[in-house]
T-cell receptor, first 112, second 109 residues
């Protein structure tokens, strides 16, 4: 089955802890994206990567970090520097030469 | 000013009604446009892409007006299953996307 997977589905974190969200795709897509969504709001871009070993900051990158060591994987680390990390995190990917995004099921992060 | 603006609604319509949503965008260099559907606590799913003046898929029609910088989504013969939030998405920096906050649709029996 081809698709985008995110894990875990729900994640609880204590304040001051770093946590890493997983995003994996077996679609052979080149570009991958991380967004966060807050209640009643649109998606906001955190980081994106067009190719392996390269990534760019989005509009709200502060307090987050990423890596792109493999084409199929784009993990997101939410650091303790992120002041308000409770949100719904969505990963997306795009095939080369196209501009249509497909989304994973998301990870809901709650800071206790 | 937000990059992409949508009326949050909710739009409450009876089954069988026709409903239309608008979305305005601020950057005239925008390249492509999309409507996504998002169910509560789920990921967005692609409904339609819009590259030229418009696109039609069954009961759904999207129109693009570049001069006025808006896109619209028309849903005919609304079904209960159409109840969702509809997100307008604009691509204007080669594959950097901006999302509206969504328009909520409730279709009532």
């Amino acid at each position: 089955d081809g698709g985008i997977t995110q894990s875990p589905k729900y994640l609880f974190r204590k304040e001051g802890q770093n946590v890493t969200l997983s995003c994996e795709q077996n679609l052979n897509h080149d570009a991958m994206y991380w967004y966060r969504q807050d209640p009643g709001q649109g998606l906001r871009l955190i980081y994106y990567s067009q190719i392996v070993n390269d990534f760019q900051k989005g509009d709200i990158a502060e307090g987050y970090s990423v890596s792109r060591e493999k084409k199929e994987s784009f993990p997101l680390t939410v650091t303790s520097a992120q002041k308000n990390p409770t949100a719904f995190y969505l990963c997306a990917s795009i095939a080369g030469g196209t501009d249509t995004q497909y989304f994973g099921p998301g990870t809901r992060l709650t800071v206790l | 000013r937000k990059e992409v603006e949508q009326d949050p609604g909710p739009f409450n319509v009876p089954e069988g009604a026709t409903v239309a949503f608008n979305c305005t965008y601020s950057n005239s260099a925008s390249q492509s446009f999309f409507w996504y559907r998002q169910d509560c606590r789920k990921e967005p799913k692609l409904l339609m892409s819009v590259y030229s003046s418009g696109n039609e898929d069954g009961r759904f029609t999207a129109q693009l007006n570049r001069a006025s910088q808006y896109i619209s989504l028309l849903i005919r013969d609304s079904k209960l299953s159409d109840s969702a939030t509809y997100l307008c998405v604009v691509n204007y920096n080669f594959n950097k996307f901006y999302f509206g906050s969504g328009t909520k649709l409730n279709v009532k029996p």
